[in-house]
């Protein structure tokens, strides 16, 4: 257990970037912690990522900032291959670290940055964002509470369009990313269904490359996991979504049924009556739809960042574990990773 810190965190974030300069704004609403130092190496990212909010250093070099004295606690949101070093930097020198997902781009990796938080006695958390919508928050108080019965198996998709227009170069990078789709948009989902499902005992799993073909990412992973209970999950991340970004999850019971995902946001709970239909109760939270309508989709994802770093911080100022830690990152990406042992890495080279 990590050492419990004393009043408002002095909080620093390497990586400015898209999700860096978000979490930025998700820092300055969340009263436990006080945002000190923005570091990047593209210094006007980095301004920008402050807001204009005082106090708040510029920094060029992570590095710099992984070991200054001033800062408690580190938001690591650079590329992954980025994550093991500047993270290890960070940890060593004492922080308390939160890496966005994944974790690293190999299990190895992971693994390297969980025994650093360990020897230096201080916490490292993986940002799982997708866990605290406020569907997924409900579907896990209705699961808790027996609203489906025992859980029997769960079915999950995470899909996007892919392609280089959709997102950062690096994302088709393995070298950077550490895989396709499984584990860009695939590793929230593999960790939203251990979520439900439990530890995972075995794995099975296959992925095609067909469409983008670029080397080492696959457009489509699919997966089979098997908790200890016999319980199965079946996944699919895909970068051929034509239809845009999108996510749900399938949560059936011996009783009854859970699905929810985005956009919208929504959750449908069914409750099995014998010899009768479901009874079938829709939540469409139209706060929130109207809220992400009105300032745009960059305000849900934000509001997940909040209740995130409100529930890491809490830990870090009581000494208490945090919610989704060093461990869980690293059995999402030897989950994403299995899959790769049922395909050839390299693309087919193409006719003509």
Same mark, same amino acid.
């Given at each position: 257990?990590? %050492? ?9 974030? $390497? ?25 990047? !190496? ?7 990522? *402050?807001? #204009? ?5 510029? $920094? ?24 093991? &070093? ?37 916490? !490292?958390? %993986? ?7 406020? *569907?997924?928050?409900? &579907?896990?108080?209705?699961? =808790? ?35 396709? *789709?499984?584990?860009?948009? #695939? ?11 439990? =530890? ?14 670029? *080397? ?23 970068? %051929?979504?034509w239809r845009g970004y999108g996510y749900r999850l399938e949560i059936y019971g011996t009783q009854g049924f859970i699905r929810f995902g985005y956009p919208p946001l929504f959750l449908v709970h069914g409750r099995r009556t014998p010899g009768a239909r479901p009874k079938v109760r829709r939540f469409w939270f139209s706060a929130y739809q109207i809220a992400e309508r009105l300032r745009g989709w960059q305000w849900g994802l934000v509001e997940t960042l909040v209740q995130e770093l409100r529930s890491w911080a809490r830990a870090l100022l009581t000494g208490s574990p945090v919610p989704v830690g060093g461990l869980d ?9 299995? &899959? ?13």
């Amino acid at each position: 257990m990590a %050492t419990k810190l004393p009043g408002v965190i002095r909080t620093g974030i $390497i990586g400015a970037g898209m999700m860096g300069s978000l979490r930025a704004r998700a820092v300055s609403q969340v009263g436990e912690l006080r945002l000190v130092a923005v570091a990047d !190496l593209r210094e006007e990212l980095a301004r920008a990522a *402050a807001c #204009g909010q005082r106090g708040v250093r510029v $920094i060029q070099d992570g590095r710099m900032l992984a070991e200054d004295p001033e800062v408690d606690a580190v938001i690591l949101s650079t590329p992954p291959a980025s994550h093991e &070093a500047l993270g290890t930097l960070c940890l060593r020198a004492g922080k308390h670290l939160l890496c966005e997902k994944p974790l690293a781009t190999t299990p190895r990796g992971c693994e390297a940055l969980i025994e650093a938080a360990h020897s230096a006695g201080v916490s !490292l958390a %993986t940002g799982f964002n997708l866990r605290y919508t406020r *569907a997924a928050r409900l &579907a896990r108080r209705l699961l =808790d509470e027996g609203a489906i019965g025992e859980l029997d198996h769960i079915r999950a998709f995470h899909g996007h369009p892919g392609g280089k227009e959709f997102t950062h170069d690096w994302v088709h990078d393995r070298s950077v990313s550490g895989g396709g *789709a499984l584990m860009d948009n #695939g590793i929230h989902l593999i960790d939203l269904t251990r979520w439900f499902l439990g =530890d995972v005992h075995q794995v099975a799993g296959f992925a095609t490359h067909h469409t983008w073909r670029m *080397a080492g990412c696959e457009d489509n992973g699919f997966l089979l996991l098997k908790n200890s209970r016999g319980r199965v999950a079946a996944l699919q991340a895909s970068w %051929t979504e034509w239809r845009g970004y999108g996510y749900r999850l399938e949560i059936y019971g011996t009783q009854g049924f859970i699905r929810f995902g985005y956009p919208p946001l929504f959750l449908v709970h069914g409750r099995r009556t014998p010899g009768a239909r479901p009874k079938v109760r829709r939540f469409w939270f139209s706060a929130y739809q109207i809220a992400e309508r009105l300032r745009g989709w960059q305000w849900g994802l934000v509001e997940t960042l909040v209740q995130e770093l409100r529930s890491w911080a809490r830990a870090l100022l009581t000494g208490s574990p945090v919610p989704v830690g060093g461990l869980d990152g690293l059995e999402a990406v030897r989950i994403a990773q299995s &899959a790769e042992h049922s395909f050839p890495v390299e693309p087919e080279p193409r006719n003509g």
